[in-house]
Every structure is written in C-alpha cells, then in structure tokens.
C-alpha cells in the first residue's frame, strides 16, 4: 500500500485506503455527512435490513433511527448507543433521514403519467 493510500481523507478520519476499502464493498454508494465538527461516513441501508429493523418488537421510531445509524454508518467505528448518547440529540436523527433518502425512501422526481 502506498503512503498516498494511507493518507486520512479528514484529519482524524479512515485512510482512503478504508475508503476505497468501503466504495467497492457498498457497489461505490458511500457519502459522508457533516455536523459542525463531527463527520459520519456511512452507506444506504438494504432492503433486508430495513425489514429486520422493523421487525424489532417494541421500538419507536427514535429506537429505530439508532438502529439504522448502528447498521449504517461506517466512520466513526463502532458507532452505537452509547456514542449516540454522548452525542447532540438529533444528529442520529438528520443521519437517519438522510441514510433512508439514499436507500430509495423518497422520489427524486414526480412519477409520470403513460
């Protein structure tokens, strides 16, 4: 590997190795969003996982925001409850949103009519 690809694509943040890594393990579908000073790289979320996440017995709709972040997001590792909890409330919910937008959950454009 060369230097260039262990260079960190932001400071404290994966390497583009990791990136490239992620790219061609997600078919080239991973973004990255920005709160202030926290950046989250993450990926959409499958059909399967959406299904398993709704299938969790008892949980609102902020339980499953978590969940979708947990599955999802790839930067920071290991990104879960107890991160989310230290974290500013809503950006698990902003994430969440946006990882569903990138999933397929809204219309980039009005259906036409034949």
Wanted: with cysteine.
């Amino acid at each position: 590997m060369s230097d260039k690809n262990k260079e960190k694509i932001f400071p404290g943040g994966p390497t583009k190795d990791q990136l490239a890594g992620w790219k061609t393990e997600h078919n080239n579908k991973v973004y990255m969003s920005e709160f202030e000073d926290q950046a989250f790289i993450w990926r959409p979320l499958t059909r399967f996982e959406y299904k398993s996440i709704l299938k969790l017995q008892n949980a609102d709709a902020l339980f499953r925001e978590e969940r979708i972040c947990e599955t999802c997001i790839l930067w920071p590792e290991n990104y879960n409850y107890d991160y989310m909890a230290e974290g500013e409330a809503g950006i698990p919910s902003l994430l969440a949103e946006q990882i569903m937008d990138a999933s397929g959950f809204t219309s980039s454009g009005a259906a036409k009519k034949l």
